[in-house]
Nanobody
Framework: QVQLVESGGGLVEAGGSLRLSCAASGSIFSIRAMDWYRQAPGKQRELVATINTGGNTTYTDSVKGRFTISRDNAENTVYLQMNILKPEDTAVYYC???????????????WGQGTQVTVSS
């Protein structure tokens, strides 16, 4: 079994910072891409940032220059450093990862339970 557990969400004033963490545990052979998504009330879930095994990253336009995604492959953990937060960043943030559980299995996507980020104006 594989679990992704997020932490680091909370309430912060506009202009502040938060750092989200997502740790994968369980039966893991390898992890490919790791991503952060978010879903605001009444809106669709959107991809915020992604990082591959080589450390290459992509971001949605609205967070470029403010958010930084990183990963610790030894700890199977992905991070999202969020700076200069805005009220429109308020959402539940989810991590996901493409994980291969055994050497002869295919990659499958796993999701965390989500962590609330609220930015007050």
């Amino acid at each position: 079994q594989v679990q992704l557990v997020e932490s680091g969400g909370g309430l912060v004033e506009a202009g502040g910072s938060l750092r989200l963490s997502c740790a994968a545990s369980g039966s893991i052979f390898s992890i490919r891409a790791m991503d952060w998504y978010r879903q605001a009330p009444g809106k669709q879930r959107e991809l915020v940032a992604t990082i591959n095994t080589g450390g290459n990253t992509t971001y949605t336009d609205s967070v470029k220059g403010r958010f930084t995604i990183s990963r610790d492959n030894a700890e199977n953990t992905v991070y999202l450093q969020m700076n200069i937060l805005k009220p429109e960043d308020t959402a539940v943030y989810y991590c996901n990862a493409y994980i291969r559980r055994n050497y002869d299995s295919r990659y499958a996507v796993y999701w965390g339970q989500g962590t609330q980020v609220t930015v007050s104006s």
